[in-house]
């Protein structure tokens, strides 16, 4: 079942001038002058419709919109609308009653503006029906346009530049060995002090020491430090007295005719 068309106002305009025209006497075209442009033979309201492709120009009364002639017009711009040679306010349409017999008559505006219009509306009708035209034939005759061939042709090749890579010597396999959590970092003897000399047995391990009962901050972990170095458990600790160190007046490897000069001579 075919598409119902429906009918559609392009263009009105409240007054044209219909005329009576006489016969083309040269294949120039029409002259708007030849006609008697003072004494028209009818006027009234022109507008023009739209069903499907074809569009219509309609002359209808002004009161009461009697249809007084139609002009169905199938392309633009061709034999049922032309216009004048001689001004852009005139116009030969060819109107047809419906039972086979046309007549040429001659139509005008008093407003050049409502020309254009006429001219315009027509233009655009015809435009879009030579779209639709092309979209339709598009629609059965796709056209894939070209392809996009990205296949090496015979002989063809790339080049592809790769980034340096190569790492910077040292950076693998050249890890610094990370201290032991918990590892005592142990302090330097104090100026003067003599170390025992070393024993012929083989190096042991410092015996674990049982860890004491908290004593004072920094007293306690002097002494201890001390305590590890000397090699002697026994050492009492520091004095009394607010200095850690002690007073290392003699060493206690040292002759006892010895004088005190306040620090053990090596």
């Known amino acids: ?36 442009l003072d004494q028209p033979a009818w006027t ?13 120009i309609k002359l209808e009364d002004r ?9 169905p017009v199938e392309q633009f711009p061709g034999i049922a609308v032309e216009s004048v040679i001689d001004s852009s306010r005139y116009f030969v349409i060819c109107i ?28 655009d009708h015809f435009k879009w029906v030579k779209q639709q035209a092309e979209l339709a034939k598009q629609a059965q005759n796709p056209d894939p346009g070209p392809k996009l061939d990205l296949g090496f042709k015979e002989g063809q090749t790339i080049k592809i530049n790769i980034a340096n890579m ?17 590892t005592l970092n142990l302090l330097p003897p104090p100026p003067g002090a003599k170390l025992p000399a070393p024993s012929a047995s083989p190096a042991q391990p410092f015996p674990a020491q049982p860890c004491p009962a ?37 060493a206690s490897g040292a002759p006892s005719g010895q004088p005190s000069t306040g620090w053990v001579q090596f």
């Not at 009234?44 to 219509?56: E, F, P, V």
């Not at 009653?97 to 409502?114: H, L, S």
């Open 63 to 71: 009161t009461s919109g009697e249809l007084f002639a139609q002009s």
């Open 96 to 123: 047809e009653d419906g039972n086979g017999r046309r007549a040429f008559i001659g139509v005008g505006f008093a407003d050049r503006g409502d020309a254009f219009d006429f001219n315009v509306a027509l233009q």
């Open 1 to 36: 079942m075919a598409d119902a068309e429906y009918e559609s106002v392009l263009c009105v305009k409240p007054e044209v001038h219909v005329y009576r025209i006489p016969p083309r006497s040269s294949n120039r075209g029409y002259r708007a002058a030849d006609w008697q």
């Open 166 to 182: 190569k790492k910077k010597e040292g950076t693998v396999g050249s890890t610094k060995p990370r201290p032991l959590s918990g």
């Open 214 to 250: 908290q004593p004072t901050a920094a007293a306690s972990t002097a002494a201890d430090l001390l305590l590890d170095l000397g090699g002697s458990s026994s050492w009492a600790g520091p004095p009394a007295s607010s200095d850690v160190w002690g007073d290392f007046t003699k």
């Open 44 to 56: 009234g309201r022109l507008r023009i419709t739209s069903r499907g492709k074809m569009a219509y």
